[in-house]
């Protein structure tokens, strides 16, 4: 038995879908509850995760040891209150040390109904999704035997069966005006952002650069966004299975070519749909502020934060453009490899071009150094750009914020919007 279980505190249960279960202490709402899981490598900024749209119907392990030190902040919020299924980990702090905390971790979880699980050896557990994937889980106080509740794991629906957007997105749309959070005068540019499950901590980047942002629901129509004749339009992240929005990624194909579009997690799913690529689910997906991306335009690596399962197949797209992609003795090297693993172009330094049915040439922008994943693409004949990264620090490493300043250069006609210097703030 797990010798934390001594005392009066509540019991919890977590089961895997492949029958694995783990006893722990409940240190949120009681109850039980069902989600996809997966784990989280961020080593602060617990409460950003939680609150955070895009791990609607998820259950959350952190893989940092102890978490809840710190405590809960209002300021640090990323939404009006939490859509994650449940949380697991292993040490929970109830007596945090900060002078920001304005509450503990545990009672924050309890306020919300989120239920929570710790006790739990999180090694095993991380690595265990690593080598069996993603799966449905369950924490449970109240079915505490195991064969019950990973039967019921296992009849639990797939998180493809909801649409998590239409769950988490705003009901209404609303604005920011960004002429109050500007450091230095600036002129101002009017953006749509559709909301598929922002945080606000991607709105407080947009703005922060010049942008005033109008955000919408998630199922605005092309024809209603163009008709406010935004200067540029914005693609938020968001939860769920890319693949069962078509009527997002339909409309999305409709702004390309016809306004500045920038996407980024979610968005930038919707944007490679609608260019006519495939979307592939990640073994495990990436989660987490420690993810290392290169820029193939300039070389640099940037430290970025990440919470996405799917991932873009970028040759699906269509074919190379051997001339803009190293030649065709290159491209055919690749082939060669027999793999999608694009660290082949982050070692030659070079940003392959594929050619779209519909948009034009689509170049790949930056790479995963983990996996070898596609993280971001730029339209060159149309005035579009994605990442499948936040950009924003809420939580993670501030080296991708230049993307917010590279949208504002799309809409101002920069043609080399995306050649920033992230280390001096200048071009290259």
Same mark, same amino acid.
């Given at each position: 038995?797990?010798?934390?279980?001594?005392?009066?505190?509540?019991?919890?249960?977590?089961?895997?879908?492949?029958?694995?279960? +783990?006893?722990?202490?409940?240190?949120?709402?009681?109850?039980?509850?069902?989600?996809?899981? /997966?784990?989280?490598?961020?080593?602060?900024?617990?409460?950003?995760?939680?609150?955070?749209?895009?791990?609607?119907?998820?259950? /959350?392990?952190?893989?940092?040891?102890?978490?809840?030190?710190?405590?809960?902040?209002?300021?640090?919020?990323?939404?009006?209150?939490?859509?994650?299924?449940?949380?697991?980990?292993?040490?929970?702090?109830?007596?945090?040390?900060?002078?920001?905390?304005?509450?503990?971790?545990?009672?924050?979880?309890?306020?919300?109904?989120?239920?929570?699980?710790?006790?739990?050896?999180?090694?095993?557990?991380?690595?265990?999704?690593?080598?069996?994937?993603?799966?449905?889980?369950?924490?449970?106080?109240?079915?505490?035997?195991?064969?019950?509740?990973?039967?019921?794991?296992?009849?639990?629906?797939?998180?493809?069966?909801?649409?998590?957007?239409?769950?988490?997105?705003?009901?209404?749309?609303?604005? /920011?005006?960004?002429?109050?959070?500007?450091?230095?005068?600036?002129?101002?540019?009017?953006?749509?952002?559709?909301?598929?499950?922002?945080?606000?901590?991607?709105?407080?980047?947009?703005?922060?650069?010049?942008?005033?942002?109008?955000?919408?629901?998630?199922?605005?129509?092309?024809?209603?966004?163009?008709?406010?004749?935004?200067?540029?339009? +914005?693609?938020?992240?968001?939860?769920?299975?890319?693949?069962?929005?078509?009527?997002?990624?339909?409309?999305?194909?409709?702004?390309?070519?016809?306004?500045?579009?920038?996407?980024?997690?979610?968005?930038?799913?919707?944007?490679?749909?609608?260019? $006519?690529?495939?979307?592939?689910?990640?073994?495990?997906?990436?989660?987490?502020?420690?993810?290392?991306?290169?820029?193939?335009?300039?070389?640099?690596?940037?430290?970025?934060?990440?919470?996405?399962?799917?991932?873009?197949?970028?040759?699906?797209?269509?074919?190379?453009?051997?001339?803009?992609? $190293?030649?065709?003795?290159?491209?055919?090297?690749?082939?060669?490899?027999?793999?999608?693993?694009?660290?082949?172009?982050?070692?030659?330094?070079?940003?392959?071009?594929?050619?779209?049915?519909? +948009? $034009?040439?689509?170049?790949?922008?930056?790479?995963?150094?983990?996996?070898?994943?596609?993280? $971001?693409?730029?339209?060159?004949?149309?005035?579009?750009?994605?990442?499948?990264?936040?950009?924003?620090?809420?939580?993670?490493?501030?080296?991708?914020?230049?993307?917010?300043?590279?949208?504002?250069?799309?809409?101002?006609?920069?043609?080399?919007?995306?050649?920033?210097?992230?280390?001096?703030?200048?071009?290259?």
């Amino acid at each position: 038995m797990n010798p934390l279980l001594a005392g009066d505190a509540t019991r919890a249960l977590l089961a895997l879908e492949d029958g694995t279960t +783990f006893e722990g202490l409940s240190v949120g709402a009681t109850g039980e509850t069902f989600g996809e899981l /997966v784990f989280n490598t961020s080593m602060s900024g617990y409460q950003e995760v939680i609150t955070d749209p895009s791990y609607a119907g998820q259950v /959350v392990a952190f893989t940092y040891p102890q978490i809840g030190n710190y405590g809960v902040c209002a300021e640090d919020m990323q939404s009006t209150g939490t859509a994650l299924a449940g949380v697991v980990v292993h040490d929970m702090c109830h007596t945090p040390n900060n002078w920001r905390s304005e509450g503990t971790l545990p009672d924050f979880l309890a306020e919300h109904g989120i239920v929570a699980i710790e006790g739990v050896d999180t090694r095993e557990l991380t690595l265990r999704v690593r080598d069996a994937g993603t799966m449905r889980c369950a924490i449970s106080t109240t079915d505490l035997d195991p064969a019950s509740l990973v039967a019921r794991v296992k009849a639990s629906p797939s998180i493809s069966d909801t649409n998590w957007v239409a769950r988490v997105s705003t009901p209404e749309p609303y604005e /920011v005006s960004a002429k109050v959070n500007l450091d230095r005068p600036r002129k101002t540019y009017k953006v749509i952002a559709l909301d598929c499950g922002e945080k606000r901590g991607i709105l407080r980047g947009l703005v922060g650069v010049g942008l005033d942002v109008r955000v919408v629901p998630w199922d605005t129509t092309a024809e209603e966004i163009l008709a406010a004749r935004p200067d540029g339009v +914005f693609l938020s992240n968001g939860p769920g299975d890319p693949r069962e929005l078509p009527s997002v990624y339909s409309e999305v194909t409709k702004l390309i070519g016809k306004a500045p579009v920038f996407g980024i997690c979610l968005g930038h799913q919707m944007i490679s749909q609608a260019a $006519g690529a495939a979307i592939e689910k990640l073994p495990y997906g990436h989660h987490g502020g420690n993810q290392p991306v290169m820029n193939l335009l300039s070389g640099m690596v940037e430290v970025t934060a990440q919470n996405h399962n799917y991932g873009l197949e970028y040759q699906t797209i269509g074919d190379f453009v051997p001339e803009f992609s $190293g030649g065709q003795e290159t491209v055919d090297a690749f082939k060669a490899t027999g793999t999608a693993d694009w660290r082949f172009w982050s070692e030659r330094r070079i940003a392959p071009v594929v050619q779209s049915k519909d +948009f $034009g040439r689509i170049r790949l922008t930056h790479v995963n150094l983990n996996d070898g994943t596609p993280e $971001g693409i730029q339209f060159l004949d149309q005035p579009c750009f994605s990442v499948q990264y936040h950009p924003e620090a809420s939580p993670g490493p501030h080296d991708a914020t230049y993307l917010f300043e590279a949208f504002r250069r799309l809409i101002e006609g920069d043609p080399d919007y995306l050649a920033i210097d992230v280390r001096e703030g200048r071009r290259f």
